[in-house]
Nanobody, 123 residues
């Protein structure tokens, strides 16, 4: 299983970015997917998760609610993170991950990890 995150870059505060994570998983739809981030000097933290299955549910950390949206396209084996109204505190390396669980908000619930993409928000 390989996860390839992309879409990071430099953006001004208040701007938007969309991260993508392409998965080389034969049964992508059977995995819960998530995004995490790690800022310099900080531990990796949960950002957003989306469930597997026909009835999709999502979960967000409080600091991104109303600004970030996670979605998935099972036909393209891709999960997205739309990030709006970006703030300097959103600066981090963003990682996507795949879980054998329906949905997970803890990093210990994930089985596969991508390499990360850097998001830098300038104030």
């Amino acid at each position: 299983v390989q996860l390839q995150a992309s879409g990071g870059g430099l953006v001004q505060a208040g701007g938007s970015l969309r991260l993508s994570c392409a998965a080389s998983i034969r049964t992508f739809g059977n995995y819960g997917m998530g995004w995490f981030r790690q800022a310099p000097g900080n531990e990796r933290e949960f950002v957003a998760a989306i469930s597997r299955g026909a009835v999709v549910s999502t979960s967000y950390t409080d600091s991104v609610k109303g600004r970030f949206t996670i979605s998935r396209d099972n036909a393209k084996n891709t999960v997205y993170l739309q990030m709006n109204s970006l703030k300097s505190e959103d600066t981090a390396v963003y990682y996507c991950a795949a879980s054998n669980r329906r949905i997970a908000t803890d990093s210990r619930g994930y089985d596969y990890w991508g390499q990360g993409t850097l998001v830098t928000v300038s104030s």
